[in-house]
């Protein structure tokens, strides 16, 4: 059964830090690029920050560039995303995603969310 549980969020003031964390489980994690995306409220869902299977490559939104920083480790089959320098524009629930395109079909797996909600 493949499970992706996302854990960290919480609320913190402007200006803070929060981790994020996404334990995989139920597929071989290390074969999958791995991925933040966010929601706020009446908005679509964004991505945030990706991360290639081996860890060698990283993308970032422009708006999240030089604050959030994405890593994993293979061994512990868990991402994580380093979040600094918070805004209130970056309150919204965060979804981990792993994807794999195998044999021409993407394959994807979502979280179930966490809640981030930056305010003083």
């Known amino acids: 059964q493949v499970q992706l549980v996302e854990s960290g969020g919480g609320l913190v003031q402007p200006g803070g830090s929060l981790r994020l964390s996404c334990a995989a489980s139920?597929?071989?994690?290390?074969?999958?690029?791995m991925s933040w995306y966010r929601q706020a409220p009446g908005k679509e869902r964004e991505l945030v920050a990706r991360i290639a299977s081996t860890g060698t490559t990283t993308n970032y939104a422009d708006s999240v560039k030089g604050r959030f920083t994405i890593s994993r480790d293979n061994a512990k089959n868990t991402v994580y995303l380093q979040m600094n320098s918070l805004k209130p524009e970056d309150t919204a629930v965060y979804y981990c995603?792993?994807?794999?395109?195998?044999?021409?079909?993407?394959?994807?797996?979502w979280g179930q969310g966490t809640q981030v909600t930056v305010s003083s």
């Open positions: 995603k792993a994807t794999k395109v195998d044999r021409g079909h993407s394959v994807a797996y």
């Open positions: 139920g597929f071989t994690f290390s074969t999958y690029a």
